[in-house]
């Protein structure tokens, strides 16, 4: 018998053995967390909290031992957090608080899941982060911020946490990898724009995942047969994202930081050189003054189009941010719809945000006399804002036409 067989994982070649399988969960969580970490945005989506962030608070918290969690996390999210602020993809106040608030919520999970339970601490931590993220935006912004208070969505992220979890536990390895792998698909069907083939899937995904669980474990082949349908369903739901025409929106504005003009830092440069573009850069010099203010808000999905709408209502000198922009909403044509989130219809009942920056004021509407019920035809920059609910603008709009 060998001295392993004799004695399990005792002696050096046990310690090595453990060493290595810390390691790797140190590097999964890591990696994990980096990449889950790239999806903040300054405020939260509509329906998914902060981000996937909360889905590897949650995995990590539950599966991993207090140190592997700790560092695995920690660096994470610290990373994540600093691709965000190289990129201009996010405040600095927003990525300093990032990492604060959610290595607490680790810390309050890891500690009290063996006293407190897996259900009791995951739902404190959640809770205190979403107190947090309220407290702060509150604290920063006003009562303009109370969209911080949509983190509690962050809770739906402690139910496929908990299936990976359990199917670890069991060794059911791919039936966790695909938990993971689902967590995603649902997530990117609803952050942005909604894709009802994706996430209709991944909902049945899930009901498969709950139906493999109650399978006892003697009966191999029922488990075999669900785990093939599951696996069935999220390659399908995989598939319907992909071919979706909206996932390019979808990727771009929730993975903005990885681009590569993002890390060039020339996502507000002009990539279209029809005539009817501005040209260079067209966030100017990130004033109130010279361009577009406080950029790090706006996610920048496409540099150059053109919209005919409706306008349904009028604000001069009073956008969201203060920044004496006139701004105007627009009821698209419906060729047009597909420009407008799921933020859109959640803060701005359907309609596409216009916004002329001080700068061009003079250029575009000195000659106009706009009116609501008015038929325009509007030319810019089509973005998200990450700081009011991702709703869909046009920000800078350099160009205003009245149809009728």
């Not at 600093?82 to 608030?101: C, E, H, K, N, R």
């Not at 966790?176 to 997530?187: G, K, M, P, Q």
């Not at 009802?196 to 909902?203: A, D």
């Not at 929106?249 to 003009?261: C, G, N």
Request: net charge neutral; aromatic share 14%; with cysteine.
């Amino acid at each position: 018998m060998s001295y392993i067989s004799q004695y399990g994982l005792q002696g050096p070649v046990g310690s090595m053995n453990l060493f290595r399988k810390s390691a790797l969960n140190i590097l999964f969580g890591f990696l994990l967390t980096f990449i889950c970490s790239l999806t903040l945005g300054n405020a939260p989506y509509a329906f998914v909290g902060y981000g996937l962030s909360a889905f590897a608070l949650f995995f990590i918290g539950l599966n991993y031992s207090r140190k592997e969690a700790l560092i695995g996390y920690l660096s994470g999210t610290v990373s994540g957090a600093l691709v965000l602020l190289a990129t201009a993809s996010v405040f600095p106040i927003v990525g300093i608080a990032f990492v604060l608030v959610r290595v607490l919520q680790l810390f309050v999970l890891i500690y009290l899941k063996d006293k407190k339970g897996i259900l009791a601490s995951s739902l404190l931590a959640a809770i205190i982060g979403s107190f947090m993220a309220t407290l702060l935006g509150l604290a920063y912004y006003g009562e303009g911020a109370l969209s911080t208070a949509l983190s509690f969505y962050d809770v739906i992220y402690l139910l496929p946490a908990y299936l990976a979890a359990r199917f670890l536990k069991s060794r059911a390895i791919l039936m966790a990898v695909c938990v993971i792998l689902f967590t995603f698909i649902l997530f990117l069907s609803v952050s942005t724009f909604l894709i009802l083939y994706s996430f209709s899937l991944s909902v049945i995904f899930l009901i498969s995942s709950f139906f493999y669980l109650r399978i006892k474990e003697s009966n191999i082949s029922a488990k075999r047969i669900t785990m093939g349908i599951a696996v069935i369903v999220l390659i399908f739901s995989y598939i319907f994202f992909l071919t979706s025409p909206s996932s390019q929106y979808v990727l771009r504005s929730t993975f903005y930081a990885l681009y590569p003009d993002s890390l060039n830092k020339a996502q507000w440069y002009q990539k279209n050189s029809s005539s009817e573009c501005v040209q260079g850069n067209l966030a100017g010099d990130w004033t109130e003054e010279g361009g577009v203010y406080d950029p790090q808000r706006l996610r920048v999905i496409d540099t150059c189009v053109t919209v005919i709408g409706t306008i349904v209502g009028i604000f001069p000198s009073s956008g969201p941010a203060s920044d004496n922009d006139f701004t105007l909403d627009l009821k698209l044509d419906p060729e047009y719809q597909y420009l407008l989130s799921l933020g859109s219809y959640w803060f701005k009942s359907g309609y596409l945000h216009i916004e002329v920056v001080p700068k061009d004021q003079s250029s575009v509407l000195g000659h106009l006399v706009l009116k609501p019920g008015m038929k325009i035809k509007v030319t810019g920059v089509w973005v998200l804002d990450t700081d009011h609910g991702w709703w869909s603008e046009i920000h800078p709009a350099w160009s205003i036409e009245i149809l009728s």
